[in-house]
Structures are given as structure tokens and as C-alpha cells.
């Protein structure tokens, strides 16, 4: 149980192009899922907390017009890198999480990532 | 807001040898410490995780620690195996929803 589907795994693409990577729960609803970007041999940093059916809510220093994150059906976040450049690459990875009512302690499970690289 | 150090950042075993990776955090709010293990190209995998309210859990060859005192906790892992060399993230939980995590521990057990 709760696997996290994450697609593409690898996208290569020229500078300027925008990529949408979608995240799927697959046998969970999950209320809330989370994108993180995770640099080389570097530990996982959140980007932004995806709650279904309201608008993000992005970290610090990280550009909503950017990075746009869409989460309209309790299975299903998108997130598109706008007009990406050489600096966007990264891997980047969802996670979702189980709804459980007002428990917020449940895990955190993992899409296995994409791996964006803009030339 | 919260902040997670783990040590060591790098941990060689030889095979069947125990392996241990503590963590500290800063907020004494955070109820809720996971452990994931992330290997080359993958997305991190949940290995175990702890509610504050708990001081030890086990499952097989994992086990982990909590001291809410001293604010850290421990991941052991009993009777390496070549299998088990991966990237371990400890995690402590920052308001109601967000995951901190560590700087990531890389463990490589020798045949």
C-alpha cells in the first residue's frame, strides 16, 4: 500500500521550455502532497505544500510564478516548471500523504523523482 | 523553525557489524520523527518512524530511538547487510504538516 507515482522520471529539454511532472497517489486519497528539490549528494528541500482543491503554500524563496503546483482531485498534483533554465535542473520529488482526519502525524510517502535537466 | 543535524555523514560496516545514525532537532513541539533510506536515482523510502510519545520501536533488523529530553533520536540497524548501503534522512516534523530533514547519512556495508 500507499505508492506514490511520480511521471516523467527524466526529462531533457532546451532552455525556455516549460515541464509539467505529475504526481499521483495510487491507492490513497491524499489531501495533501509536497514537492521537494534535491540537489546532488544534498538532502531534500521543500518547495511547496500542496493542499487539494486551495492554492499551494510555497517556502521561502521559492517563486510560485515559477514553479506552479495544481492539485485538483485527492490523487493528483501537478507541478510545472515555467520557462525553465540550466539553473532549474534538479531532481525533483513529490510525496503525499495518507488522509487520516485531523492526524497529522501520518508518513510522508515518496514518488521516485524526476530528474530534470534543461540544455 | 525546526532544525535537523545528523551525523555521521558518512558510515562504512563491514557485513553483520550494527550501524547507528543520531539526529538531533530544535523544536521541542515536533511530535513525529520518520527514517527514510534513499538509494542512487530513487525517491526516499520509509523505513521506520516514531511519535513523541514513544521511547523506543523496533521492526526486525531497525530499530529507533527517542529522547525527547535531549531532543535527538537514533536509527540502528542490526546485522548490516550489502543491501542495506544506501542514503539514510532522518526527519522531524515542523507545524502541523511539514517534514524537516537531516543532512542525510551515507552508509555503505562491505561484503
Known amino acids: 500500500g500507499a505508492v506514490v507515482s511520480q511521471h516523467p522520471s527524466r526529462v531533457i529539454c532546451k532552455s525556455g521550455t516549460s515541464v509539467k511532472i505529475e504526481c499521483r497517489s495510487l491507492d490513497f486519497q491524499a489531501t495533501t502532497m509536497f514537492w521537494y528539490r534535491q540537489f546532488p549528494k544534498q538532502s531534500l528541500m521543500l518547495m511547496a505544500t500542496?493542499?487539494?482543491?486551495?492554492?499551494?503554500?510555497?517556502e521561502q524563496g521559492v517563486e510560485k510564478d515559477k514553479f506552479l503546483i495544481n492539485h485538483a482531485s485527492l490523487t493528483l498534483s501537478t507541478l510545472t516548471v515555467t520557462s525553465a533554465h540550466p539553473e532549474d535542473s534538479s531532481f525533483y520529488i513529490c510525496s503525499a500523504r495518507d488522509w487520516q482526519g485531523a492526524d497529522s502525524n501520518q508518513p510522508q510517502h515518496f514518488g521516485d523523482g524526476t530528474r530534470l535537466s534543461i540544455l | 523553525g525546526e532544525n535537523v543535524e545528523q551525523h555521521p555523514s558518512t558510515l562504512s560496516v563491514q557485513e553483520g557489524d550494527s550501524a547507528v545514525i543520531k539526529c538531533t532537532y530544535s523544536d521541542s513541539a515536533s511530535n513525529y520523527f520518520p527514517w527514510y533510506k534513499q538509494e542512487l536515482g530513487k525517491g526516499p523510502q520509509l523505513i521506520i518512524d516514531i511519535r513523541s510519545n514513544v521511547g523506543e520501536k523496533k521492526d526486525q533488523r531497525i530499530a529507533v530511538t527517542l529522547n525527547k529530553t535531549a531532543k535527538h533520536f537514533s536509527l540502528h540497524i542490526t546485522e548490516t547487510q550489502p543491501e542495506d548501503s544506501a542514503v539514510y534522512f532522518c526527519?522531524?516534523?515542523?507545524?502541523?504538516?511539514?517534514?524537516?530533514f537531516g543532512t542525510g547519512t551515507r552508509l555503505l556495508v562491505s561484503p
Open positions: 526527519a522531524a516534523t515542523e507545524g502541523f504538516q511539514k517534514l524537516v
Open positions: 500542496s493542499n487539494e482543491g486551495s492554492k499551494a503554500t510555497y
